[in-house]
């Protein structure tokens, strides 16, 4: 197979994430995840987000900004056909590179309590699970899925 390429996630390649969320089991497509709020994103946070890429297909993504004192990652995923081969574990490696560069060495991300396989992947990867906070959200929409 063809090696697999770590680049970063620019907006022109952001459709074809949104095609990788769509055909992954247990990722949901927000609004926030528009075209739009993901370049605004990407402003704020530039050069920290990367994706996988295989033969020029996005094969996996890791998103990561940080809000000046803690790093945070969202939309961590690998094409199923491409799992178990390390990619996740490189990309979200580029991340916290990027993080710790900036002096930011402490990172969260949330994982929807039944995902089983991304628990075992932040566990196997040294992740400490918090059982000490609930996190509480507030939608100021009457859009629950803003
Ligand atoms: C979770 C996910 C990103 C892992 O991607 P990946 O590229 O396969 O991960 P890696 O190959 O870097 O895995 C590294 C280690 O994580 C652990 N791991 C990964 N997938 C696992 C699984 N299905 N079951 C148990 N452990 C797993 C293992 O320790 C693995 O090392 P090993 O293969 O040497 O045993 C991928 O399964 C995925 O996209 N899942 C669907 C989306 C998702 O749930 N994302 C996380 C949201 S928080």
Redesign the pocket.
């Known amino acids: 197979m063809a090696p697999v390429q770590i680049a970063e996630l620019t907006i022109e390649r952001w459709p074809d994430v949104l095609s990788l969320m769509g055909r992954?089991?247990?990722?949901c497509v927000r609004e926030a995840d528009s075209a739009e709020r993901v370049a605004a994103y990407l402003r704020r946070n530039p050069g920290m987000s990367f994706v996988a890429l295989h033969e020029g297909r996005v094969v996996?993504c890791a998103m990561c900004g940080h809000d000046g004192r803690r790093g945070y990652l969202n939309h961590?995923?690998?094409d199923a056909a491409?799992?178990?081969?390390?990619?996740?574990?490189?990309l979200v490696t580029r991340c916290l590179d990027r993080l710790e560069e900036q002096g930011i060495l402490k990172c969260h991300?949330?994982?929807l309590a039944t995902?089983e396989?991304?628990k075992?992947?932040?566990a196997?990867?040294g992740w400490k699970r918090r059982d000490d906070v609930q996190k509480f959200s507030f939608i100021r929409s009457d859009n629950p899925n803003a």
């Open positions: 992954t089991h247990g990722i996996g961590v995923l690998v491409h799992r178990r081969a390390g990619i996740a574990t490189a991300l949330d994982v995902n396989v991304g075992a992947f932040w196997g990867r």
